[in-house]
């Protein structure tokens, strides 16, 4: 069982940067890390994603060259850098895990939202133009 706790969201404005952050309890040396993300009336969207046995990563086209998600294995905490924010990457962002033995150990995680068991409470990021 993994629980997972993100924080990091805010209000600010077009243009600036965060960094929001999913601590995990329980060990997700072997899974696959994932940021979502759901604005009010519109589907929940797969943000960017990291195999944590293998450290690849993939994110989304329309966040690419804007985001980064990376993993501190010390602090079992998946990270989202998010910079030169725009309105429309306004919504609620959740974090979620799924152990790679349910797929591959070489899984690029790029798997949709149904198949991951474990969700966080989400955190807000509201940008403001």
């Known amino acids: 069982q993994v629980q997972l706790v993100e924080s990091g969201g805010d209000s600010v404005q077009a243009g600036g940067s965060l960094r929001l952050s999913c601590a995990a309890s329980?060990?997700?040396?072997?899974?696959?890390m994932v940021w979502f993300r759901q604005a009010p009336g519109q589907e929940r969207e797969r943000v960017a994603v990291?195999?944590?046995?293998?450290?690849?990563?993939y994110d989304a086209d329309s966040v690419k060259g804007r985001f980064t998600i990376s993993r501190d294995g010390a602090k079992n905490t998946v990270f989202l850098q998010m910079n030169s924010l725009k309105s429309e990457d306004t919504a609620m962002y959740y974090c979620?895990?799924?152990?790679?033995?349910?797929?591959?150990?070489?899984?690029?995680?790029?798997?949709?939202?149904?198949?991951?068991?474990?969700w966080g409470q989400g955190t807000q990021v509201t940008v403001s133009s």
């Open positions: 990291i195999n944590t046995r293998t450290g690849s990563t």
């Open positions: 329980g060990s997700t040396d072997t899974y696959c």
């Open positions: 979620a895990a799924g152990p790679l033995s349910w797929w591959s150990l070489n899984s690029n995680c790029w798997i949709d939202q149904s198949a991951y068991k474990y």
